[in-house]
């Protein structure tokens, strides 16, 4: 997340005050603004995002409303992670310094190996 952008995250002081004295109505906006970056994000920076938006008939520039966002289709299992090589997954195609690999537990089918931060 860019400290310039979402500055009311840059210590623990500063997001304490904002969480008592900004309303329900802030945090909302703020969570819709932040779906929206990371999504633009992703379309972007994670190739197999970006393919699977041009196979669904997405451009992302043109997401610009959470009304938007919400009639992006849901990915799974199936229809987007099995799709695509787990190097094609991740931010820029790059596994990041610090990365982990984490496992599902397996009870739908097989287990399924991630990265993570």
């Known amino acids: ?10 210590d623990g002081a ?5 969480l008592r004295d900004k309303g329900e109505e802030f945090w909302i906006t703020r969570g819709e603004e932040m779906a929206l970056y990371t999504f633009h994000q992703a379309a972007e920076r994670v190739p197999a995002y970006k393919n699977f938006l041009k196979q669904q008939g997405i451009r992302h520039d043109t997401v610009k409303t959470i009304a938007d966002f919400k009639k992006i289709p849901v990915i799974d299992k199936d229809s987007y992670i099995l799709n695509y090589p787990l190097r094609e997954l ?15 537990s397996g009870t739908t089918r097989e287990p399924f190996f991630w990265p993570r931060l």
């Open 1 to 10: 997340m860019e400290e310039e952008r979402y500055p009311l995250f840059r």
């Open 90 to 104: 991740v931010w820029d195609g790059t596994f990041a310094q610090g990365m982990v690999i984490a496992q599902s």
């Open 14 to 18: 500063t997001l304490l005050r904002a």
